[in-house]
């Protein structure tokens, strides 16, 4: 990104620091994104959140020729739980932005339902949720209610409970997406904060995490098949943390399909333990194998910095290289139009058409 090429070492750490720094103040945020050409960006926003930042920029005289558009992630209401305090002031936040209190079951999955309308109305287009893993056990509002009750009154819900709720909320949002035609995201396999001294250093999400071992399989199949069986499954996209599920991912999702429809269920790309070049290779060989590669939703940035937009050409170079290995080996055609077709879609294309990205061109 900044044109520096020196090896990064305890003895030119501060060097490289310093030059990076010293270029830093040229590169704006919209320089930024203009650098990298990018068309649209979706940020990750809490369900309280205002969006007057979106709004800004969208009203704004200099307004970013980039769409920018909010994603609904509703993480708070399962992970809070294990801090009362917490959960009830985001719970409070919540009522204040939709008009409703929050009390019991009904009433948060009201607020929540009103909360991701607004943010479909600000032109969100998917939503966005962080779990462990999906529970295996059907749904139980009783439980879940149970759960808000319980931490309204500052106890903290046991594990039958965490998870009742968890599902309801998911869920809700599979029956949102459904009705206003986005897309649900599932990162599923991460184990948070394992380190206590971190936490209490500097707090959540500080870097004491990692590559979650429970079994992904049971609990996912059972929202799909559930959703699928009301009639109200949305697209999907599937992210896991731990590589040793890609298998189970990818065929996961072509077990759900539609008439006409190109991809009801995507695994999508590699994220967080796996975004690195070997990471890459092993996903797309993968879905090679074992799903399809042209209709794949393509690479995603979620490292909330711009700078890591660099991922997306990591990815364009590892996808051009391995297709470009099967080609010489005679497994691909050597067909430079249909080649051409298939990675700018892999690239751009499929995911505008997934995430029914308003105003940019779908081939």
């Known amino acids: 990104m900044f044109g520096i090429d020196i090896p990064l070492s305890p003895g030119t750490a501060k060097e490289i620091w310093e030059e990076a720094n010293r270029q830093l103040p040229q590169w704006s945020a919209r320089r930024l994104l203009a650098r990298f050409s990018v068309v649209a960006l979706s940020t990750t926003d809490d369900p309280t959140d205002d969006l007057s930042g979106h709004a800004r920029i969208r009203e704004g005289p200099s307004s970013p020729n980039v769409l920018v558009v909010p994603t609904w992630r509703p993480d708070p209401v399962h992970r809070l739980l294990d801090d009362p305090g917490s959960w009830n002031d985001w719970a409070d936040r919540l009522g204040a932005s939709t008009g409703v209190d929050v009390f019991d079951l009904p009433s948060l999955l009201d607020a929540l339902g009103r909360s991701h309308r607004r943010f479909s109305a600000a032109g969100a287009r998917a939503s966005d949720h962080g779990l462990g893993r999906l529970p295996d056990t059907p749904t139980d509002a009783g439980l879940a209610d149970q759960a808000v009750h319980q931490v309204r009154r500052g106890i903290v819900p046991g594990h039958a409970e965490r998870d009742a709720l968890a599902l309801e909320v998911v869920s809700l949002a599979g029956r949102l997406a459904d009705a206003d035609g986005s897309v649900l995201q599932l990162h599923l396999g991460a184990r948070r904060d394992l380190s206590p001294r971190l936490r209490s250093l500097v707090g959540p999400d500080a870097g004491g995490d990692a590559i979650g071992d429970e079994a992904q399989g049971p609990g996912l199949t059972r929202l799909l098949a559930g959703l ?27 077990a759900f399909t539609a008439p006409g429809v190109g991809a009801v269920v995507q695994w999508g790309p590699p994220w967080w333990f796996n ?19 042209a209709g794949f939703v393509g690479m995603v940035t979620d490292a909330r910095s711009l700078l890591s937009m660099t991922r997306h050409e990591l990815f364009r170079r590892v996808l051009c290289d391995v297709i470009g290995r099967e080609v010489e080996t005679g497994r691909f055609p050597a067909d430079l139009d249909w080649l051409s077709a298939a990675i700018r879609d892999i690239c751009t294309s499929n995911t505008v058409r997934f995430f029914g990205l308003p105003g940019l061109p779908s081939s």
Do not use: C, K, M, S
């Open 228 to 254: 699928e069986g009301e009639g109200r499954l949305p697209r999907t996209v599937l992210y896991n943390a731990n590589p040793g599920d890609n298998a189970v991912f990818a065929a996961t999702a072509g």
């Open 275 to 293: 975004d690195h070049e070997d990471g890459l290779r092993r996903h797309l060989g993968d879905l090679a194998t074992i799903g399809q590669l």
